[in-house]
């Protein structure tokens, strides 16, 4: 027989924060949607589910999203610069955004992800995926327009700070994917 006592202090059991669930978003192959790395978008999400991309448009205008999921866990959106789109529409297609975004208290991004906001939005129209992240940002001279939106955020994590992180990669690999360097 094994006697084993214990004592408590009465404060509230802390456990240590899930490893991975804590760790920092990083750029890694594969990706969901080309621009988004799948182990981060499950690091940030927190989702465990199996996740496919179907994606809708075009190289310069389209969407892509994880289909067979409901709500879609993962929104991608992009829009380019090109004759039949001026650089004013996308413009004034941000600035809608943006607005909408400050009434909820959004987060502009760092300066160098151009202009844009992140935001958390759970109340509305946008509960399906609330958590949103758009930027306007250049790439080879032409203005991009690049959103993120995902249904949840893990639990613990800093979904502001994550999802310029992801929205950072999307960038980066945007650039990749369309032959542009980000940021020129």
């Not at 909820?104 to 844009?116: M, S, T």
């Not at 250049?138 to 991009?144: A, I, L, Q, T």
Request: aromatic content about 6%.
């Amino acid at each position: 027989m094994l006697l084993v006592a214990a004592c408590t202090s009465g404060e509230k059991d802390v456990r240590d924060p899930d490893p991975v669930a804590a760790g920092p978003v990083v750029d890694s192959a594969p990706y969901l949607c080309d621009l988004v790395p799948e182990r981060a978008f499950r690091l940030v999400s927190g989702v465990t589910k199996t996740q496919t991309a179907k994606t809708d448009g075009s190289n310069e205008d389209g969407e892509c999203l994880t289909p067979g999921n409901s709500p879609h866990s993962l929104v991608v959106g992009w829009k380019q610069e090109r004759p039949a789109v001026s650089r004013q529409y996308l413009t004034g297609v941000l600035d809608d955004w943006l607005a909408v975004y400050r009434r909820h208290d959004g987060v502009v991004l760092p300066v160098d992800l151009g202009e844009g906001m992140a935001v958390h939005m759970p109340e509305g129209p946008f509960g399906e995926q609330p958590y949103r992240v758009v930027a306007k940002f250049r790439c080879d001279g032409k203005e991009r327009l690049v959103t993120l939106y995902l249904s949840q955020v893990a639990e613990g994590r800093d979904a502001m700070g994550d999802l310029i992180a992801l929205m950072r990669i999307a960038q980066r690999r945007y650039g990749e994917v369309h032959g542009c360097v980000p940021g020129t």
